[in-house]
């Protein structure tokens, strides 16, 4: 089967330092592929390469159309969703508007009531602070705030720079219960950047492990989990 | 007390063009966050150009609307040519642009049009309202200011690209993220600034008379509104720039060393004021985050 998203040497430098040193990885349609890897190695650089928020190198094709030369709005308007690091929230504006905010490519208007809703049914919590500031709310409730607008897009890809971080354990947990559940009634597929391998390999099918800037393993969820010498040298558990 | 009043009353219609002016320069900053010093010359411009109009023969409203509408395709132009190019260039270049724009539409109308006196018709009409405590004119003019606040805020609030505008310039990485056009967002805050300054403008023609100076001491009183009102808030712009006319006509009534030819330091000290004692104005957004 043709992959969703196919990468070659994909680089990219902040200033003099290169970041990325040539990346090849595929990602299947419905599938979750997961990006492991040490702080520094690059995973978060690679999602922002692949948004075109950073100048980058090489080809990258989504659903065969060359967008590594494409603008973040038009790369957005093709159907990848970036849920960033640091989450990306408009602090000021309510935890509705943030909603909205993620359709706001897309030009059918009546039909982003009826998904603002899918997402409250998601996350009833959103819908308990729908009318406050979204700079109000908990790290989770932000992060979970970040997956909904991501969705709001109605993306075929969905970016996740580490839906983890600086969340409490169950807090972690239902983020990835509800990711599992979106990647079962959307038919979204996923690139998960994560520091947590466990709960990462937990929901992927395919991992690729990222060392300075390089794909040092690739390789089925499994096997990656399965495979203690791996396991050892780069998830550190 | 009659005397009070009536300077209190003339300090909000002549306070109200300062609300304008404040106004424009409150959407640009928003957008880029520097201080546009052509802002004033913008809306001068604006003027002359509703000037020939009217002198052609086209109707009050009908030029009115057309001045507006050719303001607001202006601003826009000088964004996507000019301003779209420095995005990420430091402030003195910002500056250095701003002060061009400032010389290149000041003797741009002075050549068009010279440099000569000329009388700016008001809509309203003349006479006195409330007992002769204002002119139509000055009712008029706070009346625009205040459907001018109006629709911005319905704008802002109701519509999806309000949201959208109000997103990119909370955030312009997250705005891009979501597939907002960030760029063409601040060229729409260019167009809409430049509108308003051109109503700003129309409104204050029929005060001061027209030529190619008019907007210089009127958009320091709009900094000054800009920044008591805190330079990130509409709301705030507009009471600014009416305390900035209430307090530029008591000083010069009350205060003996004042008198009309000190007034303008008055909106200096303003903003020296301001600055020193709460810099974030006073609606300047507080934002509430919890990390």
Redesign the interface.
């Known amino acids: 089967m043709k992959p969703l998203l196919s990468v070659r040497g994909l680089e990219a430098s902040y200033g003099d330092l290169k970041v990325l040193r040539g990346l090849d990885f595929t990602i299947a349609e419905g599938g979750v592929t997961a990006l492991l890897g040490a702080n520094g190695a690059g995973k978060t650089t690679t999602l922002r390469a692949l948004c075109g928020m950073i100048p980058r190198s090489g080809e990258v094709e989504f659903d065969g159309r060359p967008i590594s030369r494409a603008r973040t709005e038009d790369i957005v308007r093709l159907g990848i969703a970036h849920v960033p690091e640091g989450r990306g929230t408009f602090f000021n504006l309510t935890v509705e508007e943030n909603l909205e905010l993620g359709a706001m490519s897309r030009p059918a208007r009546r039909e982003v009531a009826d998904d603002v809703a899918r997402i409250y049914g998601y996350f009833p919590r959103l819908k308990e602070r729908r009318r406050q500031q979204a700079g109000t709310l908990s790290g989770g409730e932000q992060q979970m705030l970040a997956i909904g607008r991501a969705l709001m897009l109605r993306p075929r890809l969905m970016l996740l720079d580490e839906p983890s971080f600086g969340l409490a354990p169950l807090v972690v947990e239902e983020v990835f219960r509800i990711l599992a559940h979106v990647r079962e009634t959307m038919k979204v597929s996923m690139l998960l950047v994560e520091q947590n391998a466990n709960f990462a390999l937990s929901l992927a099918d395919h991992a690729y492990l990222l060392e300075t800037g390089e794909i040092a393993v690739a390789g089925s969820a499994e096997e990656i989990r399965n495979d203690e010498s791996i396991r050892n040298a780069y998830l550190g558990y | 007390m009659e005397i009070l009043i009536q300077q209190i009353v003339s300090g909000v219609a002549t306070g109200a063009i300062y609300a304008c002016m404040a106004l424009a320069i409150v959407m640009i900053y928003q957008a880029i966050h520097h201080l546009n010093f052509a802002q004033g010359e913008m809306a001068m411009f604006s003027t002359f150009v509703a000037w020939q109009l009217l002198a052609w023969g086209v109707p009050y409203w009908l030029a009115f609307v057309l001045t507006v509408a050719l303001s607001f395709a202006g601003g826009i132009v000088i964004e996507r040519l000019v301003f779209r190019r420095l995005e990420n260039a430091p402030v003195l270049s910002h500056v250095v642009v701003f002060i061009a724009l400032f010389a290149i539409f000041n003797s741009l109308a002075g050549f068009i049009w010279n440099f000569e006196i000329k009388p700016f018709p008001s809509p309203f009409g003349s006479g006195a309202l409330f007992g002769g405590l204002m002119s139509p004119h000055q009712a008029g003019m706070i009346v625009v200011t205040l459907l001018v606040l109006a629709l911005l805020y319905v704008f802002f609030r109701f519509t999806?690209i309000g949201?959208?505008m109000?997103?990119a310039a909370?955030?312009p990485?997250?705005?891009?993220?979501?597939?907002?056009?960030?760029g063409w967002m601040t060229a729409l805050g260019w167009g809409m600034a430049s509108a308003i300054g051109a109503v700003a403008g129309m409104m204050i023609a029929p005060v001061v008379f027209l030529e190619p100076n008019m907007m210089v001491s009127i958009l320091l009183y709009g900094f000054a509104g800009a920044v008591l009102g805190g330079l990130t808030s509409p709301v705030g712009a507009v009471i600014g720039g009416l305390a900035v006319g209430i307090i530029e006509n008591l000083a010069g009534t009350y205060i003996p060393v004042v008198g009309p030819e000190l007034k303008l330091p008055v909106a200096l000290f303003v903003i020296v004021a301001v600055l020193v004692v709460r810099p974030s104005g006073l609606l300047g957004?507080k934002?509430?985050?919890?990390?």
């Open positions: 999806r949201l959208a109000r997103a909370a955030n990485e997250s705005a891009r993220l979501v597939g907002i056009r960030v957004r934002i509430v985050q919890r990390v």
